[in-house]
């Protein structure tokens, strides 16, 4: 692939993102016109709009941004060290984890703590599983293939967990918990995103920096430690990246599924399989898939607002297919 | 390819080992639950049934499960090595071609459209078609191109047919609540509730699927050394592959339309096989047979115990029951 093909792929995906975000801040329950949200946006005018823009749609869109990058970028770590295309963060229990800690809070608590605390549960039950996972994955060394066997199982062990929670309850919340297993940025406050932009921007960065290291487990163990990478140092740190961002999204924005998976997939059809490139352009997807995800959820079935969980799949599996489609025919 | 047993006789007097306390769990299904039922009774309603309460829950609740479950169980576990042999990946399983999430699509559009028209008996077939055209799409999928059938394309393909169904479902779904009623008592997936009647209409396309995969074993085992070492063999790959795949439609559709998605059993099954004998599909295959059908007969028993008086669903006993196995497994065997 050329370099101008290359930076055409850059460039194409930063400006969907931007209009994608630009579109999403004036498109709602109430359409505002597009020259007024741009005032709103970038000047300090007076609007009778700006409380709707500033303390509803544009956390919302930032979240979207967020949570589809650090999805994405999650799956792509993982693909790279398991070294299997099936690798993702729902496949290996982060996401598992995150969900079975969300709902023991909101099943066990009962309420007498705020619900703006769900953010950092999940976060705490995917960093706990994954904790788990290396620990008993853990025999002079974790090698990838036990790693995500004993991931299947703790996936699986936590969606028993969540399961049988949401049969204890007697399902006075469940509806509540299912738009949120489901994923959806319904009711995201600047709180959330504040609070949780440093983390994920850090990890985000961080990862950027190991992409070196994640090229090296690509390889495989024996090829890495020929190289003289230090594979069992390297796959904590990047294991832990992972961990963080993909718990960040989910406690953001529940179970989003699909991004993690095929984000990376669809990187790898537009760019060359080096981590370098492939880590910010499965981002950009990501966050791109999220965004028009989450639009789509709120102006097509208007008022209601349906999860974007149900639409990354409905309008990211055709894409991903036309792309896989594309360079073969 | 280390593995515990080496010897044929070792292999042969466990899988009848094995296959003896299947029949022994599958007897204890009848005879455990929320009111127990004496061997006699059992005997009776089977040789004198007189329409008592308990010969009746014997002969339309406790059969007609501990059947079903073993016929999904074994089904399932067989689909999944045969879909892992197909993949090339040791991660695969059936619901990755489409399969679970091709049958629940159909189910749920049929109910949100034809609604009560639909009797339990047609939503077995609603869903084994579902199930039969996800998984024609995703080998559509895996084989169109300059570079034919492709076991990655094949995977990339199927998880994202996998994710398109499954998103169109919980959409519909959330925007028809009534139909989540009328679903959700198939989608979460459950040997409880069914009728024999509902295991006869699927049970000759099971058989036909065992018998499919038992002949395909020896060829499974040249094909896994590698496409070019097949060829060269003699072997029509293609073929194989095709058949593979019709079998494991078989199996896999065949069980979700009886019992709903019922996940796990597909990947932890041939692994726990493979720990115990090796690689080779002649006792691969009928080793999932024997340890599906008793992990999922043994779940669905506990099923009635974790939570009584209320049964909770058989995949949460199926975790209870199959994660700690798996966790052994993965840290005895040694790999690369």
């Keep these: 692939m050329s370099s101008l093909q290359k930076r055409s792929i850059w460039l194409m995906l930063i400006m969907l993102l931007l209009l994608l975000s630009v579109v999403s801040v004036s498109l709602g329950s109430k359409p505002i016109p597009l020259l007024e949200t741009l005032r709103v946006l970038f000047t300090d005018a007076d609007s009778p709009f700006r409380m709707i823009i500033q303390d509803l749609r544009l956390p919302r869109v930032t979240a979207a941004i967020l949570v589809g990058a650090a999805l994405a970028v999650s799956g792509t770590i993982l693909q790279g060290i398991i070294r299997n295309p099936l690798a993702a963060p729902d496949l290996v229990g982060i996401t598992g984890g995150a969900s079975a800690a969300a709902v023991s809070f909101l099943v066990g608590t009962g309420g007498i703590f705020s619900i703006h605390w769900l953010p950092f549960v999940a976060i705490g039950g995917a960093l706990l599983a994954t904790f788990l996972n290396y620990l008993l994955a853990w025999k002079n060394g974790v090698s990838p293939f036990r790693l995500v066997l004993i991931g299947i199982g703790i996936a699986t062990a936590m969606g028993a967990v969540t399961t049988f929670l949401l049969l204890v309850d007697e399902a006075y919340q469940a509806s509540q918990i299912l738009g949120w297993l489901t994923g959806t940025l319904y009711g995201t406050a600047w709180k959330h995103v504040i609070a949780l932009l440093p983390w994920v921007l850090g990890f985000l960065l961080m990862t950027f920096f190991l992409s070196k290291e994640l090229d090296m487990q690509a390889l495989g163990d024996e090829l890495a430690v020929g190289l003289g990478s230090p594979v069992q140092k390297s796959r904590l740190r990047l294991l832990l990246c992972s961990v963080a961002l993909a718990g960040a999204a989910v406690g953001i924005a529940g179970g989003v599924a699909f991004i993690g998976l095929m984000a990376p997939h669809m990187a790898r059809q537009l760019v060359d399989p080096v981590h370098r490139m492939l880590l910010p352009v499965s981002a950009l997807m990501g966050a791109v898939l999220l965004l028009a995800a989450d639009l789509i959820g709120r102006i097509s079935f208007s008022p209601l607002d349906i999860p974007a969980g149900v639409f990354t799949a409905a309008i990211g599996a055709p894409f991903f297919l036309y792309l896989l489609f594309r360079k073969r025919s | ?336």
């Design chain 2, 1 to 336: 390819m280390l593995s515990l047993l080496r010897s044929r006789q070792a292999k042969v007097a466990l899988l009848l080992g094995t296959f003896l306390m299947l029949i022994m769990i599958m007897l204890m299904s009848v005879l455990l639950g929320v009111q127990t039922i004496s061997l006699h009774t059992f005997w009776d309603a089977i040789m004198h049934f007189d329409g008592s309460y308990d010969h009746l829950i014997v002969t339309n609740t406790r059969v007609p499960r501990a059947v079903i479950a073993a016929c999904v169980g074994g089904s399932l576990a067989i689909a999944g090595a045969l879909m892992q042999a197909l993949t090339k990946n040791p991660l695969a399983s059936p619901s990755v071609f489409g399969i679970n999430a091709g049958a629940s699509l159909l189910l749920v559009l049929s109910i949100t459209f034809l609604g009560s028209l639909l009797g339990q008996g047609m939503m077995i077939w609603v869903a084994f078609t579902g199930a039969g055209l996800a998984a024609c799409l995703v080998f559509l999928l895996g084989s169109i191109g300059r570079d034919g059938f492709q076991p990655i394309k094949l995977t990339l393909a199927g998880s994202a047919v996998t994710a398109f169904a499954s998103a169109i479902t919980s959409g519909i779904m959330l925007l028809n609540k009534e139909t989540v009623e009328e679903a959700l008592f198939w989608l979460v997936g459950s040997v409880s509730g069914r009728d024999l009647a509902d295991l006869l209409m699927v049970f000759p396309y099971l058989l036909i699927g065992w018998a499919m995969a038992f002949t395909l074993a020896r060829a499974i085992n040249i094909i896994s050394m590698g496409d070019e070492v097949a060829t060269g063999l003699g072997q029509r790959t293609v073929m194989v592959k095709i058949i593979t795949i019709i079998t494991i439609v078989l199996l896999a559709g065949g069980s979700v339309s009886v019992a709903g998605p019922i996940a796990f059993i597909g990947i932890m099954v041939p692994h726990l096989c493979r720990f115990l004998i090796g690689n080779d599909f002649r006792w691969l295959l009928p080793y999932c047979g024997v340890y599906g059908a008793l992990l999922l007969v043994a779940a669905d028993i506990v099923s009635r115990f974790v939570l009584l008086p209320r049964e909770v669903p058989v995949g949460v006993a199926t975790a209870l029951l199959g994660v700690p196995f798996l966790v052994y497994i993965a840290r005895r065997r040694t790999y690369e």
